[in-house]
């Protein structure tokens, strides 16, 4: 069964660093979302992009992030200057049109 | 105001017996989406099942299955035979404007962590 697919696994960053998170989507998918999952508390929405341009996107979702579909198969989220309140697990999901979202297995970020 | 509410923080249930986890959603979009997926301790996200608003029939996928009530606005998930691989985190999340062809962000719950007792 096609899988979302996220690198790397695990990110340890110095604060203040650049960071860019790597999601290959399901190959036939259209919309594209990043979350966040801070330990221990729930999945919040960051950004949606559909068609090369955010669609959606939240209040966390500041001028520090942005993100790229660089090719035809990599869906990119950057952050500019890490800080501390960043360390999360970020997922990647892809869906087309009505149905489920499929998650990646996740990022976890670990901001030093 | 929460849109999606998980009132049981954890929950235990002896391995074959069902247990259900309780979801209760807020919206005023006549079409929206109820998803539940689960969490394992390794991390991943995975979907376990989906109803739609204007679905007549509750959802069923294999040994889960979503008891809709729409007029309580509750959309609780029931696993049935518990396995000790059930063991997880399960997220309870909303999509609003579900109506064909809409992407639309998911709203999550805070999550209930079910433990299956041997």
């Known amino acids: 069964e096609p899988e979302v697919t996220q690198t790397p696994s695990h990110q340890v960053t110095q604060m203040g660093q650049e960071v860019i998170l790597r999601c290959v989507p399901i190959?036939?998918?259209?919309?594209f979302y990043w979350y966040r999952q801070i330990l221990g508390q729930k999945v919040e929405f960051l950004v949606s992009f559909y068609n090369n341009e955010i669609s959606e996107k939240s209040e966390i979702f500041d001028d520090q992030f942005s993100v790229e579909r660089p090719d035809g198969s990599n869906f990119t989220l950057k952050i500019r200057s890490t800080k501390l309140e960043d360390s999360a697990m970020y997922f990647c999901?892809?869906?087309?049109?009505?149905?489920?979202?499929?998650f990646g297995d996740g990022t976890r970020l670990s901001i030093l | 105001a929460q849109k999606i509410t998980q009132t049981q923080p954890g929950m235990f249930v002896q391995e074959k017996e069902a247990v259900t986890l309780d979801c209760t959603y807020d919206t005023s979009d006549p079409s929206y989406g109820l998803f539940w997926y689960k969490q394992p301790s390794s991390g991943e996200m995975i979907f376990l099942i989906y109803?739609?608003?204007?679905?007549?029939q509750n959802a069923t996928e294999g040994r889960y299955s979503l008891n809709f009530q729409k007029a309580r606005k509750s959309a609780n998930l029931v696993i049935s035979a518990s396995q000790l691989g059930d063991s997880a985190m399960y997220f309870c999340a909303m999509r609003e404007g579900d109506n064909g062809g809409s992407q639309g962000n998911l709203i999550f719950g805070k999550g209930t962590k079910l433990s299956v007792k041997p």
């Open positions: 999901a892809s869906n087309e049109g009505r149905q489920p979202q499929h």
């Open positions: 190959s036939n998918h259209l919309y």
């Open positions: 109803q739609g608003s204007y679905d007549q």
